[in-house]
């Protein structure tokens, strides 16, 4: 059975960089890997997707060993609004989606 | 426009009542879904539809029933609902279905869901 896991919760200071990691042991092979940000009353919003190796944008990185079984999420200088919780995303062997458990990340001042 | 929408954001039902909850987006999206989220936990897949039909139901009981009817529209019509389906329940949609480069799902905000 897939089981997608994340640390239940990660506490930071502002300016530092935050590093979440999902274990996903069953993932399809053509699957890519989504990372959403999630806020109180509020439906997740996309943060990062990749396949393989490293992806990075505006507002964060992914890593993705090449064996694909985690992912890391970097949060490059945190900021009290990055506030959140953090869920990766993957779909795996036999089309089922699966929300991993979700990483409460509290950035202090 | 990466806007899903959804409505009411909240709603309160007796067991013995009828309510339909309402998803809609326009960017053309092909795949829409439904998730139930209970307090601090993940969303929960409840249904896929992808080109208006029905592509995965997660063994979802009965009192639940989805319908779309359009490319742009998503129902979630909830009947003789208990106690602890009380959640937030939210709409998502993407370019199509799975779990490729163009499946960022795009979600709403949820409805507030308590029934009593």
């Known amino acids: 059975l897939a089981k997608t896991t994340q640390p239940i919760s990660m506490d930071s200071y502002e300016g530092q960089e935050v590093n979440i990691t999902c274990s996903h042991n069953?993932?399809?092979?053509?699957?890519?890997i989504t990372w959403y940000q999630q806020f109180p009353s509020q439906g997740p919003r996309f943060i990062i997707q990749?396949?393989?190796t490293k992806v990075t944008n505006e507002v964060a990185s992914l890593f993705i060993p090449a064996d694909r079984k985690s992912s890391t999420l970097s949060l490059p200088r945190v900021s009290l609004s990055d506030t959140a919780v953090y869920y990766c995303?993957?779909?795996?062997?036999?089309?089922?989606?699966?929300f991993g458990g979700g990483t409460r990340v509290l950035v202090k001042p | 426009d990466t806007e899903v929408t959804q409505t009411p954001k909240h709603l309160v039902m007796g067991m013995t009542n009828k309510k339909s909850l309402k998803c809609e987006q326009h960017m053309g999206h092909r795949a829409m879904y439904w998730y139930k989220q209970k307090a601090k936990k993940p969303p929960e897949l409840m249904f896929v539809y992808s080109y208006e039909k029905l592509s995965i139901n997660e063994s979802v009981p009965s009192r639940f029933s989805p319908e779309c009817p359009n490319s742009s529209l998503l129902n979630l019509h909830l009947h003789a609902l208990q106690p602890e389906d009380s959640a937030l329940y939210l709409c998502?949609?993407?370019?199509?279905?799975?779990?490729?480069?163009?499946?960022?799902?795009?979600f709403g905000a949820g409805t507030r869901l308590s029934v009593l």
């Open positions: 069953n993932i399809a092979t053509n699957d890519y």
């Open positions: 998502a949609s993407s370019q199509v279905e799975g779990g490729g480069a163009k499946n960022i799902q795009y």
């Open positions: 995303l993957v779909e795996a062997a036999g089309n089922k989606l699966t």
């Open positions: 990749g396949y393989k």
